[in-house]
């Protein structure tokens, strides 16, 4: 407030409070005279008030202001600077959007997402679900869920009489909305269905003749898996014996049918693996686990590896990194944290392809030491922890190989016919190749990926120049359609599927050249408009040709890690991609 009243002592301002030509007044009975000319030409809110045919409006009160938050939103105005810190930024964030001010709504809304924690991502949540036009629900709920466990701390009997507002009392007065939205979040951060059970418990405590209506909806935001007969019994006596009797329609007799069916997990888990130059000038891999299908939070399980991979491949709680380059392997168990080796292949060689198909992991080709080619093909089997040779395919120069419908596609050309593409299909179940239709253009150096069922090749080169078209294969037609045209001809493309998008960039793995400028910005691929997307350098996927990820989604291998990774000494930090 006095911020405000001292900028006509001096600067640009100074001796032009002689001009003022209207008077604010705040709730709380401060005063302030003003410049109508300054406001509305800064604010639209009050370009509405000055210039319509509103009575008295150069006399207003102000209703639901108080004098020293309008003090700071008036220096604001006249300043275009905010004094922004952990007292007054909530009540200038709701009073910014009040008065329609765009641009200090915004600081704000930064300065509060920055300043998020387990103390306050509560009372946050609740007041940007009770002011919609404050934004920051779903960060504040996505910061909540990873977090719930720490933020409710005080939902213990030692913290609860306290004097001061606690989380639980912010918790009751959560919207039943609200509240359903957090609770039957699959990735809610708690270490078992009782702690949900107990700020059910408390949130019903406040005008409780309201919120027994939604007890059936709130049991279904528990998860039936996850609970033993004795807590599912104990539900059913307390909502029996406790509750009123308009609730219990749509209370089950049978215990479980009451309950979300499933257990609290998320669908998918990523392994990302991330190299960097943190020792010195040589490059090293550091290893996380996400909190769930999302980047934004992960958690360290490994650091300074001396394995650059080309390929990630789970299967169960192992992954197995592959550096088909050098020939090297670590086999990283995600549970325990410990490394092993794969054994050897039969026929000693690198610069291979790797490929998964059915809990099977599959080396196709590649050059032997004496740098001659070689068409064999070996299967490792993780049970018996042993490779084993399988059918060649047809003689053809392999340039990439993925799997789609659990079968191997491996495309290339015919080393005789330089303008020839191939594409060969290798069933795991028969042990056969056979032919499928192949690209009409033809390219080498390429990158092939799946996504959405489909097949794609991207980039590479063909006879002249390196190329920036792409090539989409429906394995239903058996039929290729050219595709969208690439915003840059990479040298080494690399295509992945990140959390539903389609991504390529230059496969710079060390980095060397992105720090000399010589390579193009990453690109996504917009579906709604059909074009590929720039990836600007303020974004973390700027940076992708620094991360390898796997996805990790088998139900049981999810949960299982989900268990192990909810304890309480587990730390959940925000990723270099959030």
């Given at each position: 407030m006095q911020r405000f009243f001292e900028i006509f002592s001096d600067g640009p301002y100074k001796d032009l409070d002689q001009l003022f030509d209207a008077t604010l007044h705040s709730e709380d009975g401060v005063t302030f005279q003003v410049h109508r000319m300054q406001l509305a030409v800064k604010n639209i809110y009050f370009k509405t008030m000055y210039c319509s045919n509103f009575s008295d409006s150069t006399d207003v009160l102000l209703k639901g202001i108080d004098g020293e938050t309008l003090g700071q939103v008036l220096f604001y105005l006249y300043t275009n600077k905010a004094v922004l810190n952990h007292e007054n930024v909530m009540d200038l964030w709701i009073a910014s959007d009040y008065f329609l001010a765009d641009s200090l709504k915004e600081m704000c809304r930064d300065f509060v997402f920055q300043a998020l924690d387990e103390d306050n991502c509560l009372g946050v949540f609740l007041t940007v679900w009770n002011i919609e036009g404050l934004g920051l629900v779903e960060e504040c709920f996505r910061y909540l869920v990873v977090h719930f466990r720490d933020a409710m701390l005080d939902c213990s009997p030692d913290c609860r009489n306290s004097s001061e507002r606690t989380s639980v009392d912010i918790w009751k007065d959560l919207p039943f909305e609200a509240v359903k939205k957090v609770l039957e979040s699959k990735n809610l951060d708690v270490l078992d269905e009782r702690k949900v059970w107990d700020v059910i418990l408390t949130w019903l405590e406040k005008d409780n003749s309201n919120k027994h209506q939604h007890i059936p909806e709130l049991l279904k935001c528990m998860y039936a898996d996850d609970l033993d007969e004795l807590l599912a019994t104990e539900i059913h006596?307390?909502?029996?014996?406790?509750?009123?009797?308009?609730?219990?329609?749509?209370?089950?007799?049978?215990?479980?049918?009451?309950?979300?069916?499933?257990?609290?997990?998320?669908?998918?888990?990523?392994?990302?693996?991330?190299?960097?130059?943190?020792?010195?000038?040589?490059?090293?891999?550091?290893?996380?686990?996400?909190?769930?299908?999302?980047?934004?939070?992960?958690?360290?399980?490994?650091?300074?590896?001396?394995?650059?991979?080309?390929?990630?491949?789970?299967?169960?709680?192992?992954?197995?990194?592959?550096?088909?380059?050098?020939?090297?392997?670590?086999?990283?168990?995600?549970?325990?944290?410990?490394?092993?080796?794969?054994?050897?292949?039969?026929?000693?060689?690198?610069?291979?392809?790797?490929?998964?198909?059915?809990?099977?992991?599959?080396?196709?080709?590649?050059?032997?030491?004496?740098?001659?080619?070689?068409?064999?093909?070996?299967?490792?089997?993780?049970?018996?922890?042993e490779w084993h040779t399988v059918p060649q395919m047809?003689?053809?120069?392999?340039?990439?190989?993925?799997?789609?419908?659990?079968?191997?596609?491996?495309?290339?050309?015919?080393?005789?016919?330089?303008?020839?593409?191939?594409?060969?299909?290798?069933?795991?179940?028969?042990?056969?190749?056979?032919?499928?239709?192949?690209?009409?253009?033809?390219?080498?150096?390429?990158?092939?990926?799946?996504?959405?069922?489909?097949?794609?090749?991207?980039?590479?080169?063909?006879?002249?120049?390196?190329?920036?078209?792409?090539?989409?294969?429906?394995?239903?037609?058996?039929?290729?359609?050219?595709?969208?045209?690439?915003?840059?001809?990479?040298?080494?493309?690399?295509?992945?599927?990140?959390?539903?998008?389609?991504?390529?960039?230059?496969?710079?793995?060390?980095?060397?050249?992105?720090?000399?400028?010589?390579?193009?910005?990453?690109?996504?691929?917009?579906?709604?408009?059909?074009?590929?997307?720039?990836?600007?350098?303020?974004?973390?996927?700027?940076?992708?040709?620094?991360?390898?990820?796997?996805?990790?989604?088998?139900?049981?291998?999810?949960?299982?890690?989900?268990?192990?990774?909810?304890?309480?000494?587990?730390?959940?930090?925000?990723?270099?991609?959030?």
């Open positions: 006596e307390v909502v029996r014996n406790h509750f009123s009797l308009n609730i219990k329609s749509g209370i089950s007799h049978n215990l479980f049918e009451n309950f979300a069916c499933g257990s609290r997990a998320p669908n998918n888990l990523n392994f990302v693996a991330h190299h960097n130059m943190s020792n010195g000038s040589n490059f090293y891999l550091d290893l996380y686990l996400t909190f769930d299908d999302k980047l934004d939070v992960w958690r360290k399980l490994e650091t300074n590896l001396t394995l650059c991979p080309d390929f990630l491949v789970q299967i169960g709680y192992n992954v197995y990194m592959i550096d088909a380059w050098e020939n090297r392997t670590i086999v990283f168990n995600l549970l325990d944290c410990s490394r092993s080796s794969m054994p050897p292949l039969a026929v000693d060689r690198s610069r291979y392809c790797v490929v998964s198909v059915l809990d099977h992991i599959y080396v196709l080709g590649g050059a032997m030491v004496d740098f001659g080619d070689t068409d064999t093909i070996e299967r490792f089997d993780p049970v018996a922890n047809h003689p053809m120069i392999l340039t990439d190989a993925v799997a789609m419908n659990n079968c191997i596609y491996a495309i290339g050309d015919i080393g005789e016919e330089l303008d020839s593409m191939m594409v060969q299909v290798f069933n795991p179940m028969t042990d056969e190749w056979h032919v499928v239709e192949a690209p009409e253009h033809f390219r080498q150096e390429f990158t092939a990926v799946v996504y959405k069922g489909k097949l794609y090749v991207i980039g590479g080169e063909d006879q002249d120049s390196r190329l920036r078209t792409a090539e989409e294969y429906n394995p239903e037609a058996d039929t290729w359609t050219l595709h969208s045209e690439l915003p840059f001809a990479y040298v080494l493309p690399k295509a992945i599927v990140l959390g539903g998008l389609l991504v390529v960039y230059e496969n710079d793995g060390y980095g060397y050249n992105r720090q000399l400028g010589r390579i193009s910005h990453p690109v996504l691929f917009d579906e709604e408009t059909e074009k590929w997307v720039v990836i600007d350098e303020s974004s973390p996927l700027f940076n992708i040709h620094l991360y390898q990820f796997c996805n990790i989604s088998q139900p049981d291998i999810v949960k299982g890690l989900v268990r192990k990774n909810r304890r309480p000494d587990v730390e959940w930090v925000n990723s270099y991609l959030a």
